[in-house]
């Protein structure tokens, strides 16, 4: 009955605080985990409430990478995909969502004016009236942003604007990439597979 009530309360909170913004209701298994994961032990309301839920520990060999030279990532609205490529090879790739046909995310060519890892939106806000949070925030047009956010399963155009990714890819992305990197939003097109391994080679 406890953990019932439990579920039941972190339906509650996950659909109030990703209410509102750019973010809309997940089901049950996309709170409790990742896309391709299994479900992890349940949140507790601390971390729904601070969005600071844990992530599994893992050994990403791609944060230990140097930067290259020429950074870019490009979005393609037809297939609500991404690649971020780093001296022209494809350093990641993954699904995105982006904005509505009521509130288009902007295509063009542009570049990162800024990056906010605790970024919270300035229009929206979620049902315990806060602003909606934006974790991870690159800003490249106005008040369009790439940021963290739930991306629907497959990926469909769904935010109001910006461009939403996986929590691991919006990590990653953010750490690497830097102000007056170049950002791409496409009307067609389709991401390449990444290159890039996040394990390290095993040893033998």
Not at 122 to 127: A, D, P, Q, W
Request: glycine letters at 8%; a neutral charge; hydrophobic letters at 35%.
């Amino acid at each position: 009955m406890h953990n019932q009530r439990f579920t039941i309360l972190l339906f509650a909170l996950a659909g109030a605080l990703l209410s509102g913004g750019c973010a809309v209701e997940p089901t049950r298994d996309e709170v409790l985990a990742e896309p391709g994961q299994a479900a992890a032990a349940p949140l507790s309301e601390v971390d729904l409430v601070k969005n600071t839920a844990p992530l599994p520990v893992k050994k990403d060999l791609r944060y230990q990478l140097p930067a290259g030279q020429n950074r870019a990532l490009t979005i393609y609205i037809s297939s609500q995909s991404f690649e971020y490529v780093e001296d022209d090879q494809v350093f990641l790739s993954g699904p995105v969502s982006t904005g509505t046909k009521e509130h288009p995310t902007p295509t063009g060519d542009y570049r990162v004016l800024s990056k906010d890892a605790d970024k919270r939106s300035g229009k929206y806000t979620n049902s315990f009236d806060d602003n909606t949070p934006m974790p991870y925030s690159l800003q490249f047009h106005g008040p369009y942003f790439v940021h963290e956010g739930w991306v629907p399963v497959p990926a469909v155009a769904d935010s109001h604007g910006c461009v939403r990714l996986r929590t691991e890819d919006a990590r990653l992305l953010f750490d690497r990439i830097r102000i007056g990197d170049r950002i791409l939003v496409k009307g067609a097109g389709a991401a390449r597979l990444a290159s890039v391994s996040p394990n390290p080679p095993a040893v033998f």
